[in-house]
């Protein structure tokens, strides 16, 4: 009802929308009206009542709720079905259930806030009400099961050109899916699968975009290896527009891949890696070593040169 009455409001522009014809546009009473009126008021609309005229929208809050997000985004089909909420564990979590549930392909879940969001081998992710992107993407493609690493990549290129087109920040991509700028993380990606041995069910992109957060508003413990895009511009900005971006990006890397396969993607993530060429520690799951990273292969894998052989790297954490 919310998101109609914004519609409606939206459309109007500069004129006042009489309580009398919403009420009836949206069969429901005028108290009603009102009533949401007065929530979208709390949630930092800044809607103009006059008792004669009705009303008239002034301002929109960065919210990332359904409403905004349709009136700014392009793509034909990724991000059309929107699952938004105030507060959730983690989105990641949230998503694998709608999943089960048989969520569409390009069904994306929002949250404005997570109270367990989580990283990558076990960590947390900190996730303050509105000040950043917290969101999970579902796709169903027919990839095998091992290609799932492709997804990572695709949406860490396609983060990276939104951040670079919507701020001018020049970021950069460190092995497997962490955007840096200037040494310091701006976003994490997390890729969750459920597969059968030749199959693919579905795969959950959880990607966490740090936007307006101030230094002071980042715990101590990752104050000097984290960052936002408030930090490096010295200016709030607009998660809806960023969020539009990074989807119609999405959208595009996936047709590729779908259409061309996956070395366009690879090209354009070594274009914006900051891992090769580097002199690099592998922390694996087994074992911790040093080498230079050389390429990624076809799967997403690192191949690092230690002197005497070329390590394959598929899962771990690389620290330059
Ligand atoms: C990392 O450790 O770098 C990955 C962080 C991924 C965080 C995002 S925020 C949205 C989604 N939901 C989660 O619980 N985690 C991911």
Redesign the pocket.
Known sequence: MRSEILTILRKAGEEYVSGAYLAERLSVSRTAIWKHICALKEDGYDIDSKSRNGYRIISSPDLLTPGEINAVLSTEFLGHNIKYYKSVD????VSKLLAQQNAEEGTILISEE?G??????S?G?F?PSRKGI???LILRPNFLPQEAPKCTLMAAVAISKAIRSVTGVEVGIKWP??ILYEGK?LV???TEMNAEMERINYIII???INVNITHAEVPEEIRDSATSLLQITGKKISRVELLCAILAELENEYVIIREKGFSPILDEWKKFSVTLGQEIKVIGINETFHGKAVNIDDYGALLVDTGNKIERVLAGDVSI
């Open positions: 983690s989105t990641n979590n997570q367990n969001g989580k990283g990558r081998l960590r992710w996730s917290w969101f999970s899916n962490d993380k994490g990606i997390l959880g990607m966490g």
